[in-house]
Nanobody
Framework: QVQLVESGGGLVQAGGSLRLSCAASGRTFSSYAMGWFRQAPGKEREFVTAISLNGISTAYADSVKGRFTISRDNAKNTVYLQMNSLKPEDTAVYYC????????????????WGQGTQVTVSS
């Protein structure tokens, strides 16, 4: 079983950048597709981006396309979310999630979740 721990959140001004990391324990990380979701206060959890087992295939929400980049390093059991040109509307708790084999844009398809990391973008 894989356990997930996010890090890298914080407070940043609009236009700035942050890189989130999600470290996975266990020896089967490469068997999991990975996703990032976010949840703002009073809103539902929404899909941000996802990446395939080998990192070749990715998907992005329209709201972050061109600004955010997902990547993974299976040797380090870690998935990253590089966030550039941040906007106040990107403020949310960001969660990484793992799903066996194939990624999905639907949160309920994911089997494992991290505890989340807060990202706050000031205007």
């Amino acid at each position: 079983q894989v356990q997930l721990v996010e890090s890298g959140g914080g407070l940043v001004q609009a236009g700035g950048s942050l890189r989130l990391s999600c470290a996975a324990s266990g020896r089967t990380f490469s068997s999991y597709a990975m996703g990032w979701f976010r949840q703002a206060p009073g809103k539902e959890r929404e899909f941000v981006t996802a990446i395939s087992l080998n990192g070749i295939s990715t998907a992005y929400a329209d709201s972050v396309k061109g600004r955010f980049t997902i990547s993974r390093d299976n040797a380090k059991n870690t998935v990253y979310l590089q966030m550039n040109s941040l906007k106040p509307e990107d403020t949310a708790v960001y969660y990484c999630a793992a799903r066996l084999k194939y990624y999905s844009r639907r949160s309920y398809d994911y089997d494992l979740w991290g505890q989340g990391t807060q990202v706050t973008v000031s205007s």
